[in-house]
């Protein structure tokens, strides 16, 4: 049995890699021919023309105006995915459509649906405004990862590992000693997990950008809207700095941490990574900082989730694993996840 | 005040301890994650509900 969560939206790209160049990025198991229409929409529609299964992203297939031209046999398509064109012939198969597919573009990300199209309510595509948002600035990426997409849950949701894979980087002893709070609400389907730290080391990740040279109080909040979109708020003070009664943070510096988990095979994910801050905005030092010290931990997520795949893999389904404490968000995590499916 | 059906589970400071409590009000304790979901998600049937303990009320 598949092991997607279907009827759900997901992140395919950001806004930046679709274009007038045709784009093909797998999700779920279904290879998807992305481009931009001349009035600049997205369209997304199956990567297989009808009549020999030919990749349409493969050269020499292209654009003519809002149409595919598949570069084996010449079938032409529409942005609807409706065939308009074979060669040779007056008459086009009934049959002769691409599976087409809802997307709505939010904040940078190019989402698509993946189930019934029947069921597919932009409304319900997850926000991540500071994204695109005048106040912030993001530098984002994407890193393949060659592992399951409940790895990088598991990953995501437990975040005392920065303690000891992200050490140097943005882990911290306090991290793992710090207990959690995890809540879930069903009825929206997000899971919550905080771990505010009243007192502690500052990581080079928060130092070295926001200039805090002494300890810190630091929250990491995390809101997660299964089954793709991931946000970390973390926010970041001067020991003993806390918001104003009347809600307002002037002296804290704000970072959304976001990913979007997606899957791309069984055993395969899209690992879209973004940070966005509320400080230093136009310091191209701070973004080439972020971005690069941002990608050096997820590689280093992407090489850890790796070797587990591998190793569970080749075991046998049950295998035994013991959670604790650390894991309570995980677990909700997985839960809602299981029952999406 | 939030009309959401939350659940949430503190861990304990300064102990192994998980705090549970259910949207309906039902609380409980207990040391295994595992264990503490499947009695929060059994509602309206919370097996055990036994009372928190006073030193982590």
New interface residues.
Partial sequence: MSEFVRNQWYVAAYGREIGRELFSRTVCGESILFWRTEAGDVAAMSDRCVHRRFPLSQAPSHLVGDTVVCGYHGFTYDRAGACVAVPGQARIPRTARLTSYPVTELDGFVWVFIGDPGNADATRVPRAPWLDQPGWTTVSGMEPLAARYGLLVDNLLDLSHETYLHGGYIGTPEVAET??????????GIVYVSRHMADAACPPFYAKSTGITGRITRWQDIEFTPPCLYLLHSRIAPVGVLPGADGTDPDAYHVEVVYALTPETEHSTHDFWAVARDFALEDQGVSDFLAENNRTVVLQDVAALTVLEQVIATEPDGYQEL???I??GG??AR?MIARLR | MTT??????????GS?N?RGRC?CGAETVA????A??QWL?AHPDHQHPFPVRSEDA
């Fill in positions: 207990p959690i709070v995890t809540r879930v609400d069903e009825e929206a959670s604790i404490n894991d309570t677990l909700a839960r | 959401r059906k939350v659940l949430q589970v503190d861990w304990v400071p192994d998980l949207h040391d295994d994650p595992v503490m979901w998600l």
